[in-house]
Nanobody
C-alpha cells in the first residue's frame, strides 16, 4: 500500500554531513499521517531520529536537535534528513517510516534501510 525508497547513505568522517531522501509511493500515500527517520545500530533497539506530520509538526530526538533537519517536498511524498556534525556513534542503518492511522488502526511502513557510517 505504501512503498518507501531511501537513498543518500554512505561513509563520512566525523563532523561531516549527509542528506538522506525517502520517496513514498502507493495507493494510500494520500492518507499518510506522518513520515520520519529511525535508526538502528548493531545490538541496539531502533530509535526515532526525526519525524514530520502531515500538518508540518516536527519532532526530533534530543540527541540530534540542532544538527539534523527533517523536511519534505511540496507534494509531501518525499522527506529528507539533513545530518550535520555527524558523530561516530551515529553509525547505524537509517530507516524511513510512514505512519498511517485509519479507523483507529495504526500501520507502519518501512523502507529497506540505508547504511550511514561515520568514521572517527
Amino acid at each position: 500500500q505504501v512503498q518507501l525508497v531511501e537513498s543518500g547513505g554512505g561513509l563520512v568522517q566525523a563532523g561531516g554531513s549527509l542528506r538522506l531522501s525517502c520517496a513514498a509511493s502507493g495507493s494510500v500515500i494520500f492518507s499518510i499521517n506522518a513520515m520520519g527517520w529511525y535508526r538502528q545500530a548493531p545490538g541496539k533497539e531502533r530509535e526515532l531520529v526525526a519525524a514530520i506530520t502531515s500538518a508540518g509538526i516536527i519532532n526530533y530526538a534530543d540527541s540530534v536537535k540542532g544538527r539534523f533537519t527533517i523536511s519534505r517536498d511540496n507534494t509531501g511524498n518525499t522527506v529528507y534528513l539533513q545530518m550535520n556534525s555527524l558523530k561516530p556513534e551515529e553509525t547505524s542503518v537509517y530507516y524511513c517510516n510512514a505512519l498511517r492511522i485509519h479507523y483507529y488502526t495504526r500501520s507502519d511502513y518501512w523502507g529497506q534501510g540505508t547504511q550511514v557510517t561515520v568514521s572517527s
